[in-house]
């Protein structure tokens, strides 16, 4: 979710060897015989009497039938047969020991996986506690139709009939995204003066923050470069320009956006000064939070995309800012029940080690896509609300700065604003 492309896209979430063969006997001699009883002589198969036959068969061996004395057995042994090939056994044996090593790989692999989606089904399992409804510190993404002069009067109207009833507080509207040496044009945003005077018009009470977002040069050579001192500080005076627009708050969503990244920290400081200044709100879109330890550290060794944060850095981020809503969503979850108890765990997680004086939104998806990290019949929003209101029935359920974050307003149906109302609004 780092920028917004397109109106009507979403922004940018792998035979053996026969047996061994015994070595052939040596053949024994041939035990004496007493001579056969006299019989009648019959024909053999060439028709001659059997006399005839071995007459025959000893003048082809060159045996002198006039020369009784000449003993068969006498003669020199037949050649031995042909020694055996040589035997396969090791290489079956070695294919054997490689089938024994990827089977027990694939249990190293699939058993936590299996374990972990049982651990998630069962949080998924369970009644949320009474009460755990909106707080009236919802939010909302808006895309980039809004300050380009595309949205007018009516849409505004419109706007205010759908959020009527509902909990929204803030809405984010996408007025970037950021160059990556951190200015900002003001022709990203021309319409930005008559949009904050038509909500304040139509939805007393509602605040409008500028959604600013760019690609960080993390995982590849183009994008925003955070640990540039230069970077950081045209930043500060990008916030320091929509603020003088009639922006309520700054919203950063800054991605891929690495755990325990100083310089991102050293950013938030110097933004959280200039808000207050302003009285002015500073909000930014997280990621999600290792859901086994260190995980991060294992998915980006084997993908070079570590994805999650620490629940460390988490805090420390929640601790530099006044809100911050966790992207829950991009799960790689298949099914609706490991979704929504991933959710739950999420909302756990995040939970302790917010502070009290920060606004913890979860993320909703108001999207629908299928690829890879996303299946829209397991992200739904139904599930997204019973997780969230799990986690928070088990974790704090009387916190009062919680809300959820609806993403995004040009890709909503009639069917994720029916799940908000009827799951969180209640």
């Given at each position: 979710?780092?920028?917004?492309?397109?109106?009507?896209?979403?922004?940018?979430?792998?035979?053996?060897?026969?047996?061994?063969?015994?070595?052939a006997p040596e053949p024994a001699a041939a035990p004496e015989s007493a001579p056969a009883p006299a019989r009648a002589a019959e024909p053999g198969p060439s028709g001659a009497t059997p006399d005839e036959d071995a007459a025959t068969q000893e003048a082809a061996s060159g045996q002198d039938p006039a020369v009784p004395d000449q003993d068969p057995a006498a003669a020199p042994p037949a050649a031995a047969p042909p020694a055996a090939a040589a035997p396969h056994g090791p290489r079956r044996r070695r294919r054997r020991r490689l089938r024994w090593a990827a089977g027990a790989l694939a249990l190293v692999v699939l058993l936590p996986l299996l374990a972990a989606g049982v651990a998630l089904r069962v949080n998924y399992a369970g009644d949320p506690a009474d009460g755990t409804y909106t707080r009236g510190r919802d939010a909302l993404w808006l895309g980039h139709a809004w300050v380009d002069g595309r949205k007018d009067d009516a849409d505004v109207a419109a706007l205010a009939r759908q959020l009527d009833g509902t909990g929204i507080r803030d809405l984010y509207v996408h007025s970037g995204p950021l160059e990556h040496d951190g200015t900002l044009p003001e022709s990203a945003y021309p319409k930005a003066a008559w949009l904050i005077a038509a909500v304040h018009r139509e939805l007393p009470g509602v605040r409008v923050q500028a959604w600013l977002g760019d690609v960080l040069a993390t995982?590849?050579?183009?994008?925003?470069?955070?640990?540039?001192?230069?970077?950081?500080?045209?930043?500060?005076?990008?916030?320091?320009?929509?603020?003088?627009?009639?922006?309520?708050?700054?919203?950063?969503?800054?991605?891929?956006?690495?755990?325990?990244?100083?310089?991102?920290?050293?950013?938030?400081?110097?933004?959280?000064?200039?808000?207050?200044?302003h009285d002015a709100l500073l909000s930014v879109a997280a990621h999600q939070i290792d859901p086994l330890p260190s995980f991060h550290s294992v998915f980006g060794a084997v993908t070079g995309h570590p994805k999650w944060w620490s629940q460390e850095f988490f805090g420390q981020v929640a601790r530099r800012v006044d809100q911050i809503a966790v992207m829950s969503y991009d799960t790689m979850q298949p099914l609706q029940?490991?979704?929504?108890?991933?959710?739950?765990?999420?909302?756990s997680l995040a939970l302790e080690v917010t502070p009290e004086s920060t606004d913890l939104?979860?993320?909703?998806?108001?999207?629908?896509?299928?690829?890879?990290?996303?299946?829209?019949?397991?992200?739904?929003?139904?599930?997204?609300v019973r997780g969230v209101r799990l986690g928070l029935s088990r974790t704090a359920p009387d916190r009062p700065r919680f809300g959820v974050a609806l993403y995004v307003d040009f890709a909503a149906t009639e069917e994720d604003w029916r799940g908000y109302r009827e799951g969180w609004v209640g």
């Open positions: 979710m780092t920028t917004e492309p397109a109106p009507e896209s979403r922004p940018a979430p792998e035979s053996g060897a026969g047996p061994e063969s015994a070595p995982e590849s050579p183009d994008g925003l470069r955070l640990e540039r001192p230069q970077t950081r500080t045209a930043v500060v005076r990008s916030t320091r320009q929509i603020l003088a627009a009639g922006f309520e708050g700054a919203h950063f969503d800054l991605e891929p956006l690495h755990s325990g990244d100083r310089d991102y920290l050293a950013l938030l400081d110097d933004l959280h000064r200039l808000t207050r200044e029940s490991l979704y929504g108890g991933y959710v739950a765990q999420q909302t939104l979860m993320g909703l998806p108001f999207f629908s896509e299928n690829r890879f990290g996303h299946w829209a019949h397991a992200e739904t929003v139904p599930a997204a």
